[in-house]
């Protein structure tokens, strides 16, 4: 994650587990309640207790390390939006993101 606009990323969080090839993989803040429409809850494949994320960061997935392949990205490294990405009435200023 890349915080503020910085071009050196400045949280790393190592994933684990393995995610199935038509599957869905839910890293959360520790303290994020995770809730379903029908009242039922969702358990997260991978709590953090880093404290990341309100919008403007830049996340750019990484498969294999040190020089990795860079899966996707949301937001632009080295670009600081500010508050947050949008994209018409859509934004990531603390809201779910979720990649389909």
């Given at each position: 994650m890349y915080f503020n606009g910085s071009a050196i990323a400045c949280l790393t969080i190592h994933l684990?587990?393995?995610?199935a090839v038509i599957g869905t993989f839910i890293l959360v803040q520790i303290t994020a309640t995770m809730l379903v429409a029908n009242g039922g809850s969702i358990t997260p494949n991978q709590p953090s207790t880093a404290s990341w994320f309100n919008g403007?960061?830049?996340?750019?997935?990484?498969?294999?390390e040190p020089t990795g392949t860079i899966i996707d990205a949301i937001g632009q490294v080295g670009f600081d939006p500010v508050t947050e990405w949008e994209t018409s009435l859509k934004s990531t200023a603390d809201n779910t993101l979720r990649k389909k």
């Amino acid at each position: 994650m890349y915080f503020n606009g910085s071009a050196i990323a400045c949280l790393t969080i190592h994933l684990a587990g393995i995610v199935a090839v038509i599957g869905t993989f839910i890293l959360v803040q520790i303290t994020a309640t995770m809730l379903v429409a029908n009242g039922g809850s969702i358990t997260p494949n991978q709590p953090s207790t880093a404290s990341w994320f309100n919008g403007g960061e830049a996340i750019v997935p990484i498969k294999g390390e040190p020089t990795g392949t860079i899966i996707d990205a949301i937001g632009q490294v080295g670009f600081d939006p500010v508050t947050e990405w949008e994209t018409s009435l859509k934004s990531t200023a603390d809201n779910t993101l979720r990649k389909k």
